[in-house]
């Protein structure tokens, strides 16, 4: 069963049938997102709660499978999947990495069927609803979401319910004021007789609506009823009303809270208000170590504060995603905010922030020098302080200080290293962005810039901007040269070498790498000469220099292991497969998988992009298109996860190779020409060339000469073809585009002219397979198989026998399907697949081979939803492959224009 229960969801819960009948309503016609917004304290929670109740109440006709995930202590990515995996029980086995346990929580949801689940307090993660729940909904068509936020998450197919305050009482008439009830219930919670008077009327009736009906401000009055009788809580409010600036009828439903909070704080002890006040300086967790060193008194002293704090229900318990679930302290948002006014009125204000600067860049530095030995256990320790330390970063982008913006660019350098972003490298670009920018960067410390140059530079890599990440890392050498600081300038150079080997110039890179190796033989830095020979290692496999690539990497590797760089090894690990399957040789191949497996998962790692990329290649060159497009999708999915846009869409380029050679050329050409355009997005390197390439083949194969044309310009753009490294790829284009012209021509009656171009790509074909094992390495699986696939082109192929008629059950409304061969599939409650499947019958039964486009379709699955055409593509495409793989596999066929059912197929409504 699906777990995770709100503890709210025991108390009481009083009026809201208006919201809890139109939310319910939408959750019932099948809308997939649905998110309860907001002011703080409105009561979001308590309704999703009690809805959730209602909807898996065994009672039901129709119970619904319901989780329920509280995220207020989640942060970022990690922590939303996390906190949902926890929720539903996916066993979080110690030391697994973000991809597996990501993995497990989307194969867990998937298995549930149609299921609702609830994600609470989502407004202070709303910049990761793309990464989170967008991708949930395209994987999980069946799944639903309700969601409680201040504020909506802006992804396709959200239906968005804004929630007002509770009914206020109408002069002193308590009656029917949900307002009103609330405050009952809740002083019958500690008085059960409580029951106010005729002359207690007024005074509750001005008391709910100084609150302005917010459950909170209610919640957080009456839990002081006994010492305070409502006449003095109304009294302490409204001489609060000057402290905290409210302007009359209009200061707004926050205004009020605060005046709740402030009533709160009057309660505390001097020493109680300190604490509290600078509490505020603190980003989500409040650390036991963090507080003992940045509030005033330290030590045992912030310690008893913050127990007090704790018991008077201004810090609240919670759970940080670390991978164990570490508990912590925290503020709700709107007491924090109440709290940092008070800080700001203190003298101790600067004294306080200077202290929270100096722990958590010594923290931060600590978590980046840990990556060296455990990058797992790094990530946990920067990712459960990930506010703390970005609230440094603000506060230093935002002072005219050079020391507060080194700190601010320190920090960043350190988060860089565990790729702290969780999946959005590009985040990170703008912060270092922001950072290098700032009028007082040009003041800080020269190797600081230098490192914090070289930080931009590898992220700006991982997301394709190689002109970024050159002019990075130019600068960065020119700045170590002038600082006369030699291990910097050989970081840098070797850096450099990388994004130059990218772009194809490879006598640059080499340079580079060997200018690299030199200075860090010079300073005598073991880890850094690692890194050269490594570079220098990747240039040779690239030249096609096998053995040569296999001894600099195996000298790489034994400086990472004498310096303990554990996440190199691994690295390296991962290129001595490459070298090995580029030289054919899948048995020494596999063997190196296995160890850079076994040395992820010791690691607490995910298995790396780059090895599930490699394993496609061995299972490709293997002959098993299956077990590689099982590999390439994996890869995708986990470049894609890890925001790592060049390997994502070498594995997409990859991916569509395999379909290609199954036959399934429309489909590679459908993926690659959504790629494509952003693709082009990232300037020119040999990535792009890739992916360029295998398009131009397809589109030729398809019979689409000028767009194959035009991609074949693009890709000798993109690809140095002065190279021998690439001109294999583009003579395999040529062929393809050969053939097409051969079969255009014999169309024409023209069999001279088609036997001309015919031993053209004969030609061709023979010259790549001459110079193929001398091929760049990056080319060599690739290159193999469009080879093969060619040469079965040239060949004369006998037409399939056709297929024995088949027949598809269905009941008239689609509650049911009956496969040509499988069992009886229910879909009661899959409204989505229903409707698609209904529609299809319908028209193949009026019209066979006729396809419903994919705008129809769309409509027809989610009518009257506005959504990204992209999006819609994609939940389609998932919606179809589901059904696909319930037994429609061989009968749901796809072209260019749409889908339809096989015209051999024969369709029985029941």
């Not at 009083?14 to 939408?26: N, P």
Request: hydrophobic share 45%; glycine share 8%; charged share 25%.
């Amino acid at each position: 069963m699906l777990r995770g229960r709100p503890r709210l969801a025991e108390r009481g819960f009083v009026g809201r049938d208006a919201d809890l009948a139109r939310v319910g309503q939408l959750i019932a016609e099948g809308a997939p997102l649905v998110t309860l917004t907001g002011t703080a304290g409105i009561g979001k929670t308590a309704l999703a709660a009690r809805l959730a109740a209602r909807l898996e109440d065994p009672s039901r006709d129709e119970p619904l499978r319901v989780g329920f995930c509280d995220l207020e202590g989640a942060r970022g990515a990690a922590g939303i999947r996390a906190a949902v995996a926890r929720a539903i029980g996916v066993p979080e086995p110690e030391g697994a990495g973000e991809h597996e346990l990501t993995e497990r929580m989307i194969r867990s949801l998937a298995a549930f069927g149609p299921a609702l689940l609830v994600l609470d307090h989502f407004e202070h993660v709303v910049e990761q609803a793309d990464a989170t729940v967008g991708a949930w909904l395209a994987s999980i068509p069946e799944l639903q979401l309700l969601v409680t936020s201040r504020e909506r998450l802006r992804i396709p197919g959200e239906v968005v319910h804004e929630l007002a305050p509770l009914s206020l009482p109408e002069q002193d008439d308590l009656a029917g004021s949900e307002a009103v009830a609330l405050w009952i219930v809740r002083v019958r919670e500690v008085y059960p007789s409580y029951d106010p008077t005729p002359a207690d009327a007024p005074v509750v009736a001005r008391l709910v609506r100084e609150l302005d009906g917010l459950p909170l401000a209610i919640e957080l009055a009456a839990a002081r009823f006994g010492t305070l009788t409502p006449a003095e809580l109304l009294e302490r409010l409204e001489r609060r009303i000057d402290v905290l600036g409210r302007r009359g009828k209009t200061a707004g439903r926050q205004s009020t809270l605060r005046d709740a909070i402030d009533w709160s704080w009057g309660l505390l002890a001097p020493w109680e208000q300190e604490a509290f006040a600078q509490c505020a300086v603190f980003h989500g967790r409040i650390g036991a170590d963090a507080a003992e060193a940045v509030l005033d008194p330290g030590g045992d002293a912030a310690l008893e504060a913050l127990q007090a704090l704790r018991d008077k229900s201004l810090l609240i318990h919670t759970r940080y995603d670390d991978g164990i679930g570490e508990p912590g302290l925290t503020m709700y948002l709107s007491v924090r905010k109440y709290a940092e006014e008070r800080l700001a009125a203190s003298e101790g204000r600067a004294a306080v922030f200077e202290r929270h600067t100096r722990y958590f860049l010594a923290y931060a530095e600590r978590g980046a020098a840990l990556t060296r030995k455990d990058p797992s256990a790094a990530a946990r320790r920067l990712l459960v302080e990930r506010e703390n330390l970005l609230a440094v970063v603000r506060r230093g982008l935002s002072s005219s200080s050079p020391k507060d913006v080194e700190a601010a660019l320190r920090i960043l350098v350190a988060l860089e290293e565990p790729r702290w972003h969780d999946g959005s490298p590009s985040a990170h670009l703008l912060w270092l962005d922001e950072a290098l920018a700032h009028p007082s960067a040009a003041e800080v410390d020269p190797r600081v810039r230098g490192h914090a140059l070289i930080a931009r530079g590898r992220v700006a890599w991982r997301v394709a901007r190689l002109d970024v990440s050159e002019r990075d890392f130019d600068e960065a050498v020119a700045l170590a040269v002038r600082a006369k600081d030699a291990s910097l300038e050989s970081l840098a150079r070797r850096f450099l070498a990388l994004v130059l080997l990218l772009r194809g110039r490879l006598d640059e890179s080499q340079s580079a790498a060997e200018h690299a190796r030199r200075l860090a033989i010079d300073v005598g830095d073991r880890r850094l000469e690692g890194l050269a020979y490594a570079m220098l290692g990747f240039v040779a496999r690239l030249r096609g220099e096998q053995p040569r690539a296999r001894q600099l990497v195996e000298q790489a590797l034994e400086r990472f292991r004498d310096v303990g760089e554990a996440p190199f090894e691994l690295s390296m690990r991962l290129e001595l497969m490459y070298v090995h399957l580029d030289a054919g040789e899948l048995e020494a191949a596999h063997a190196y998988a296995e160890q850079a497996l076994a040395h992820a998962r010791a690691l607490g790692l995910a298995p790396p992009p780059r090895l599930l990329l490699g394993l496609g290649h061995a299972a490709l060159e293997a002959g098993d298109p299956s077990e590689a497009s099982l590999r390439y999708r994996e890869a995708r999915d986990a470049a894609r996860a890890a925001g790592e846009h060049t390997l994502e869409v070498a594995a997409l380029a990859c991916g569509a190779v395999v379909l290609f050679e199954q036959g399934r050329a429309l489909e590679a050409r459908l993926e690659l020409r959504e790629t494509l355009p952003r693709l082009r997005m990232f300037g020119r390197h040999v990535y792009s060339g890739l992916v360029t390439v295998v398009s131009s083949v397809i589109e030729a194969a398809v019979g689409h000469i000028d767009e194959a044309r035009e991609l074949l310009a693009a890709a000798e753009r993109d690809l140095d073809t002065g190279a021998e490294a690439h001109l294999p790829a583009l003579e395999i284009c040529k062929g393809f585009l050969d053939l097409a012209e051969a079969q255009r021509a014999r169309t024409r009656g023209d069999s001279g002219a088609a036997a001309e171009l015919e031993g053209g790509a004969q030609r061709r074909l023979g010259a790549v397979l001459a110079t193929a094992n001398d091929a760049g390495a990056r080319w060599v699986t690739e290159l193999r198989v469009l080879a093969r696939l060619l040469g079965s082109a040239l060949a004369t192929h006998a037409s399939p026998a056709p297929a024995a008629p088949r027949v598809l059950r269905l009941d008239a409304t689609g509650r049911w399907f009956e496969p040509p061969s499988g069992p009886r599939v229910a879909c009661a409650n899959r409204p989505v697949m229903r409707r698609l499947l209904v529609a299809l019958a319908r028209s193949h039964l009026a019209a066979r081979s006729r396809p419903l486009s994919f705008e129809q379709l769309i409509e027809i699955g989610w009518p009257g939803e506005r959504i990204l055409a992209d999006a819609a593509r994609n939940r389609l495409h998932v919606m179809l492959t589901r059904m696909r793989d319930l037994g429609l596999r061989e009968v749901l066929v796809g072209n260019d224009l749409g889908y339809f059912f096989s015209p051999d197929l024969s369709i029985e409504f029941c």
